[in-house]
């Protein structure tokens, strides 16, 4: 009788285990009642593609990733690496070849027959624990499916139980992006293939069946893993391939991926679920868990709604902790795409299901996507995720210097090939490939995060060693390279206002921002380490004679030269524009894109304490962009953080709400990568600033979040801060010292100096005084 109890018992708590449950998930997930859906996109080559990134969880572990859709009878996971790219250094070869593009690696399938009609089904990320969840109801059995993306075992594990045994019965295979015949033995499945640029891939694929059997059934053209009446599967995948940072050896290894791909399914499998798991979630958890934000508590009936729903509802009527989950999953996208020893996040992240994505999925610098994926990583205490953007562009650059010493575009002022510096692509991908046009300024747009990542830590060893030498040569690339007009002012020449305007004029504000930003950089770097006092007096005579943006007719900030209203359409594409967009530098100019406003974010040159007749002006600007919140997602992300910076509040507020109402299914930008990992930056922005010098303290807070915190915002200098307000006032602020350095801290008209040892924190009130 009590074995009988005992028995009971324990089916009683597997079930409540996998049963699905009538609340919703937590207060930092995304869920959804409904499995993912194909949707429509175009492709680069002008046709269009089937794709689940709109709609699917996606998991990732920096280096490889997995879209979840989530289908009852039949489960498709596309697979995708971030190193699986075409294109490379050839220089006869066409653009589209050169610079190439991010490529899936194929779909695992995983037929389910006989699990349906069912009910109770749920659909959740959980960003606690970056664990993705499928979890239904069918024929009176409670199934369950857990996946996530190891970072430490560097694999991707998706397991499968169920409340009853014997209740998983169907089949598994592989299908390659790019038609290779896959090899399947037991309960492996092995892919390789290969590119024309030299790059190898492998990917392995073990299934673990619990209990039930398992064969493999169909021929060499058409295998698959058949499994019979499990009581439940784990599903482990590990991909590689031959890709090594390095121009020398045209960024590709000698060694195939086999050895290394093998290495860590085995170490994997020799572990249990739980402990990879245990795994995987303490290593996420190190870093997600160092920042955390509360803006308010939501209604019920908003925490019923999915997640899909709830973000168009979010545009209409604030709800705090939507808000509060979206820019935690910004954070989360970021360590699902960046981590050390990976490359950085591209125009897809590291999602992809088509060979022919969109933009080729390329690092895009003209426009700032790429930056924007990294605009996060510091004030969000993720200094770590910013690595593989660093590394990535010093990887780079030694096949920029071989491309760009022969551009006839990027002669210097005397009409010579430049011997000097760098400049950088207007996109490219990780194997050395550049488009057909430079961006003039691109150089200054990568050393911004150089910069920034040192500005952050205060690591002056850092500083010298890497940041500074950078400065250094971009800078005597600029010296080459400005042309002085008979006023003796200094222009960039020949080009233009990413995307916006004519293609080709002088001295477009845009270009003028970033090098003023790298002339400013490196007379900072100068004075920090106490170097080159002469050639700092140089770049500081030449930032003097920079031209800078002046303002126009109806109080705008120039984005050109000249003021150039009305200027007629010169191509389709400006004609299309001016159709829908309004006519150039007008107030009735709603163009997607605000190229000239960089200088106040993410650069500095501009702000009310330093420019104030400039700041005003760009407030004129952005106002008028943002009249109809512009076409693309970017767009709101872009705007939000300018209207932060010159303390607008509500502006700043009202843009991020343009983006609830323009999201994906799953958060992401319609268009690219970009815009959700940059949303918790932009929160950062409104609630702690540091970019003039000092650590100010709630900037931009908007009245929608009345009463709040934040935990672990980084500042500039070496900083983590603790900021606590209720009804729009600051009750409490914690200072935490890394660098050791002295700095005023500001909220609203009340100023003090902090001077605190490494390691050394205090606590203020609301009138910053401290608290004993």
Partial sequence: MKRHLLSGLLSLLLSLGNAYSAAPPGILSLWYDKPAEYVRRPTEDGGWYK????????????????????????EILPLSEDTLWTGGLNPDSDYSKNAGRFQALGNLTIDLGGQEPSSQYRRSLDLTNAVATVAYTANGVDYRREYFASHPDQVQVFRFTASQPASYSGTLSFTDAHQRITETAKNLITDFGGFENGLRYEAQILVLNDGGSQKVIGDKFDPAIQFDRCNGLTIMVAIGTNYVPDFNRRYVGRDLPHDKVTQQLQAASAKSYDQLKAAHVADYQALFNRYSIDLGSSSDAQRAMTTDVRSRQAYQKTDPEFEQMLCQYGRYLIIATSRPGSVAANGQGIWNDCNFCQFGARYTTDLAPTEMDYWSVEPTNLAECHIPLLDLVQSQIPAWKEAGHTAPDLKTTSGEFYKRGWEAPGDHNIMGGPSHRWNKGGSAWYLRHFWEHYAFSNDTAYLRKTVYPMLKEVCEYWEDHLKALPDGRLIVTDYWSPEHGPLVVDGPSYSQELVWDVFTNYMKACDILGVDKEYRAEVAAMREKLLVPGVGSWGQLLEWMTEMKDLPPATDREQKETATEGHIDTPHNTHRHSSHLIAV????????????????????????????????????INRSPIFARLYDAERAYDQLRQFYRRALPNLLSGTIFDATPAFPGVLAEMLLQSQQGDIHVLPALPKEWPSGSVKGLRARGGYEIDEQWNNGKLTSLTVRSIAGNAVPVRYGAKTIRLDLHPGQSITLDGYLRPVR
Avoid: C, F, H, W
Wanted: charged share 10%.
């Fill in 51 to 74: 794709t689940l990134i709109d709609q699917a969880l996606l998991i990732g572990n920096g280096r490889m990733g997995a879209m979840v859709q989530g289908g009852i009878s039949k």
């Fill in 601 to 636: 974010y993410p650069l500095q040159q501009i702000s009310y304490e330093q420019t104030p007749a400039l700041a005003a002006a760009a407030k004129v600007s952005t106002i008028a962009r943002g009249n109809t919140g512009g076409a693309y997602e970017i767009s709101y």
